[in-house]
């Protein structure tokens, strides 16, 4: 019998290490032999902490939102007594959940299963044979035709095709080349990278030695966001484990191949998630980007060519050439071929990591594996694609999960953030919310970047504080424009996209801002005020109680009044009353 | 005026005053010796060393890499990662992420400030909290999410935040009367 317990960072907050502990604890109090193994990120983030058990069968029963509590129930109930603890199981053999119904792990098809600190865990499942064969038997253009064949996209955002990259930089004349793992996800709300360095991170690095391979590169870096403690360390571990294994390093596996990998921490500039800024930031200056051509396949870090590609990417990669690129082609559509990471998050009733293979509707990823939406409110819109994408309006959430279907909605793939909102999100707001990121991450570099997106900002800023303007939705519009084409690089030519596409979208959610200065959504706060309808407050004090200003005051059992100087329009007395009297209210 | 020399002189001596900092310091530039394009990676060794960039370590480091002190400080003011100031006991950071952003995170914050009675990006006077907001630790699915001290806490509400920021400042008084009294 064997259990398993996710420690991926969504795990350890949501209290798994205490779950760990109650588990071991159990386990030599009743003299068990069980087998306990740590994994990463299985996807299921909302149910953490998660635990599998996996009795000698090797059925798996997978147990989520698991307490200290938990544990001894399942230990006295399913381990002692042979039947599973309905209350928290959420998959068995005879129990589906629709969570990982509609699936297609390509990318992610150890996290969650295997032990991420234990390289033989890796190896057991196939891994690193890929590589022993790429350098034993193939050539580098065989390589580069098998990845042509799978038609696999860069997964950071743009699509580029992988081949292309990695032809190129073989191409291109010189003895030292690089290999570059780009793993500074910086869009808010995406969590691919983290789960995949945390969960397996030797996929990726053997990715990126079979990239090497092929380009004719010998050392490779990780670029890591430093907000990723545990991810830098596993992927460390992971180096140090494959060196020491002959797996990494000098001679691999005896074809006379050498490959070294190190990581290099991030610093805080979500602009250096472009190629450009990234190398400069590796080179250890101020990461802003320069501009290309040359691109970085022809003079890279430090003028060398250089290979750069996503994490998620990179992990495809094994798989390909373990399984043939037409395996992988024959998932997802024509031209976008394979499967897609996503980061499902906001009023999500299930969210967390999933993987689907293109071309499945947004609607079905919400309603399908998302579950819909929490409290059954109604959908109004998903952002995809983070600052540089958009958001898509309910009505065309058909729209199929591939490059250009997405890009025809004014919104891009992206990394793969997938943020639903629903009618209590307000548009104006999130526009802003967005700008005010890309602003304060402008490098500076660009006029109209650096100043364009301040002066949007300050527009929608005054929309959402009640005073905006006749003529502002055109301003905008034409500032966006110009932001667009004035910029240097992705960040500014992007930027403008989650403004444009809420105006083309939900323009009348704007208006309503202008011209008569309400909120729809009653999220922003000037346009708002909380009240407490005397004639259904009973007095209970549960609004007071829960007030952090501290502004709600009444006698007991009389009506309580809101000091409207002092309220800081938090709304926790409107859900501190929700669910009892109903009594307050916001207007 | 005294020469540039003299300068540095009394700057190496302000700086070897914490002798175990100093050590650190020093095994720090020796790692990094001769290596290209490392200054990032430097500064972030500093600053896990002292908790920020003073100002004379800044200088110090441009002096013996023989780099200019306004590229070191254009460096370190171009990452949000790097501050310039110390940090209290417990480093709240805040997830504004956009997952954090649509569960209501700005509630929280308003909460905190008024709490702390400090802005963003600022410690409080007894040097006990610095929050700072941060755009996304990557725990969207227990959003609205905050991290004090590498550990995660989620999710949450005004009061729940509240609460525990409230029991830290609590264990701390405790803490320093029990210190007291012994």
Redesign the interface.
């Known amino acids: 019998m064997k259990i398993r317990i996710g420690l991926g960072s969504c795990g350890i907050a949501a209290g798994a290490l205490k779950v760990k502990e109650v588990v071991e604890a159990e386990i030599q109090k009743r003299g068990l032999s069980i087998e306990l193994k740590d994994t990463g990120c299985i996807g299921m983030c909302h149910a953490e902490p998660l635990l599998d058990l996996i009795d000698d069968q090797g059925r798996v029963f997978t147990y989520g939102y698991v307490t200290p509590e938990a544990v001894v129930k399942i230990f006295d109930e399913h381990i002692t007594g042979q039947s599973p603890v309905e209350q928290y199981l959420l998959a068995a053999p005879e129990k589906d959940y629709s969570f990982m119904e509609g699936q297609k792990r390509v990318a992610l098809r150890n996290c969650g299963i295997i032990n991420p600190e234990n390289l033989q865990d890796y190896v057991d499942q196939g891994g690193y044979q890929a590589l022993k064969r790429v350098v034993s038997e193939m050539t580098p253009i065989d390589v580069i035709s098998e990845i042509k064949e799978s038609g696999l996209r860069g997964r950071g955002g743009a699509g580029f095709p992988t081949w292309f990259k990695w032809d190129a930089t073989r191409r291109t004349p010189g003895d030292i080349k690089y290999i570059i793992c780009n793993a500074d996800e910086g869009d808010p709300g995406a969590f691919m990278d983290r789960s995949l360095l945390e969960g397996d991170p030797h996929s990726v690095l053997e990715g990126m030695a079979i990239a090497g391979y092929a380009v004719g590169a010998n050392q490779g870096f990780i670029y890591c966001r430093a907000e990723y403690p545990l991810a830098i360390r596993r992927a460390e571990l992971a180096i140090k484990q494959a060196e020491e294994r002959g797996i990494l390093g000098k001679n691999i596996f005896g074809s006379g191949f050498d490959f070294e990998i190190s990581i290099k921490q991030g610093a805080g500039a979500f602009v250096c998630g472009e190629e450009t800024a990234l190398i400069a930031s590796l080179e250890g200056e101020r990461g802003m980007p320069r501009i290309k051509p040359p691109f970085p396949v022809q003079a890279g870090y430090w003028g060398k060519p250089t290979n750069i590609n996503n994490v998620e990417t990179y992990a495809n990669v094994p798989w390909i050439l373990a399984n043939g690129g037409k395996a992988f082609s024959a998932l997802g559509t024509e031209k976008s071929p394979g499967t897609k990471v996503f980061a499902l998050a906001g009023k999500i009733k299930q969210g967390g990591l999933i993987e689907v293979p293109m071309g499945l509707t947004l609607r079905e990823v919400i309603f399908n594996i998302g579950g819909g939406i929490k409290g059954d409110k109604k959908i109004k819109a998903v952002q995809l694609g983070g600052p540089s994408g958009g958001c898509i309006p309910e009505e065309l959430l058909d729209t199929p999960v591939d490059y250009e279907s997405i890009n025809q909605t004014g919104a891009i793939m992206g990394s793969g953030g997938m943020v639903v909102m629903d009618e209590t999100t307000c548009m104006v707001d999130i526009a802003r919310f967005f700008l005010e990121f890309t602003q304060s991450e402008s490098c500076g570099k660009c006029v109209q970047c650096r100043i364009g997106t301040k002066r949007m900002l300050e527009i929608l800023e005054r929309i959402c504080d009640g005073e905006g303007q006749e003529g502002d939705i055109e301003l905008l519009e034409e500032i966006a424009l110009k932001v667009r084409e004035g910029s240097l690089c992705g960040l500014g030519q992007s930027a403008p996209n989650p403004v444009l596409t809420t105006i083309r979208y939900f323009r009348d959610e704007y208006e309503t801002h202008i011209k008569d200065k309400k909120c729809p959504a009653k999220q922003c706060k000037a346009l708002i005020s909380f009240r407490i309808n005397p004639e259904k407050c009973r007095g209970c004090g549960r609004c007071a109680r829960k007030c952090p200003a501290k502004c709600i005051t009444g006698e007991k059992k009389k009506p309580h009044e809101i000091d409207q100087e002092l309220c800081l329009k938090c709304g926790s007395c409107l859900e501190a009353c929700a669910s009892k009297y109903q009594a307050v209210t916001v207007e | 005026m005294s020469c540039t020399c003299q300068r540095n002189k009394q700057q190496e001596n302000d700086i070897k005053k914490d002798a175990k900092n100093w050590q650190l310091l020093q095994e720090l530039l020796v790692q990094y010796k001769g290596q290209?394009?490392?200054?990032?990676?430097i500064?972030?060794g500093v600053q896990s060393i002292y908790g920020y960039l003073p100002q004379q370590v800044m200088d110090y480091i441009a002096s013996t890499m023989k780099i200019k002190p306004a590229k070191i400080y254009?460096?370190a003011t171009?990452?949000?990662?790097?501050r310039l100031q110390p940090i209290g006991k417990y480093h709240i950071l805040l997830c504004?992420?956009?997952?954090?952003?649509?569960?209501?995170s700005e509630?929280i914050l308003?909460?905190i400030c008024?709490?702390l009675n400090i802005k963003p990006n600022k410690t409080t006077s007894d040097g006990l909290f610095t929050l700072d907001c941060?755009?996304?630790?990557?725990?969207?699915?227990?959003?609205p999410?905050m991290m004090i001290n590498?550990?995660?806490?989620?999710p949450l509400?005004?009061?729940k935040a509240?609460k525990i920021i409230r029991d830290l400042a609590v264990s701390e008084q405790q803490a320093c009367e029990g210190g007291k009294t012994e």
């Open positions: 290209k394009g490392s200054l990032v990676a500064l972030q254009g460096v171009f990452y949000t990662q790097f504004q992420g956009t997952a954090c952003h649509v569960n209501g509630r308003t909460a008024e709490e941060v755009a996304c630790l990557g725990c969207c699915s227990l959003a999410v590498e550990q995660a806490y989620g509400s005004p009061d509240l």
